[in-house]
């Protein structure tokens, strides 16, 4: 059984990435994969890059090169629902993609030919990481729901309202999530994701992003990769 941990950016994963210093690394398709045993566990970690298409192609090659059976995608997003600030810690239940419109062939948001536009994030998995969670970040808040995945950096406060009022089960926004769930739906593989609030996806989320993924976000996956493999 071999894990996979996957951020999108190296601040989100430097910490694990330093727990695993002579783990064999394995450059595929121009990603560096670590290869071997983090608390004994199988696991291979990677660095996906930024965006659904890198993330799709990332999530392919842990299944089909590295034998990966479980994927966990750990790192930052911006917070839309009201009462999901910074700081606080967002477990998917589903994701969705805010920018796919392929209507009027499709309803607004269908993956085209799946019929939803939702993917489930796999149950026990993500009670797992909900238990991790909470045991590394015992203070923060944690919420679970709905994650939405789309190719912008959410940066003006009219953006991010509408994207509120179009789907407003919508906790919190970042760019991969939604591409790795529907490869790993496609490939039968468990998914869970659990992203740290870096901003709100405002007119100051440029500013807050930055500093956050300086200063906290690696350290929040580190312990929570940890809670979880540990
Ligand atoms: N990841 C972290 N913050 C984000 C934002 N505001 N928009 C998209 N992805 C993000």
């Known amino acids: 059984m071999r894990t996979a941990i996957v951020s999108a950016m190296h601040e989100e994963l430097s910490a694990v990435l330093a727990l695993m210093p002579h783990e064999s690394r394995q450059v595929v398709a121009g990603r560096e ?3 071997g ?4 566990r199988e696991v291979v970690a990677v660095l996906s890059r930024i965006g659904k298409v890198a993330a799709a192609t990332t999530a392919a090659m842990l299944v089909e090169r590295f034998g990966a059976r479980e994927i966990v995608f750990t790192g930052v997003a911006g917070g839309l629902a009201p009462g999901v600030q910074v700081g606080d810690v967002v477990v998917a239940d589903s994701f969705l993609q805010h920018d796919l419109d392929a209507s009027p062939i499709f309803p607004k948001y269908e993956v085209p030919l799946y019929g939803t536009s939702t993917f489930a994030t796999d149950t026990s998995l993500t009670e797992r990481l909900v238990r991790a969670a909470q045991q590394a970040l015992p203070q923060a808040k944690l919420h679970r729901g709905l994650i939405v995945s789309g190719d912008r950096f959410v940066s003006t406060t009219p953006e991010s309202r ?3 009022a179009a789907l407003p089960n919508a906790l919190a926004v970042e760019m991969e999530g939604a591409a790795v769930a529907q ?3 496609d490939c039968g593989v468990p998914f869970a994701a659990v992203r740290t609030i870096s901003d ?3 007119d100051d989320a440029h500013v807050d992003f930055a500093r956050f993924v300086r200063e906290v976000a690696s350290r929040h996956s580190a312990a929570i990769v940890q809670a979880l493999l540990g």
Do not use: E, K, S, T
């Open 33 to 35: 994969f670590w290869v």
């Open 200 to 202: 709100r996806a405002d």
């Open 162 to 164: 509408a994207l509120q």
């Open 183 to 185: 490869v790993c739906h």
């Open 37 to 40: 045993q983090l608390h004994g």
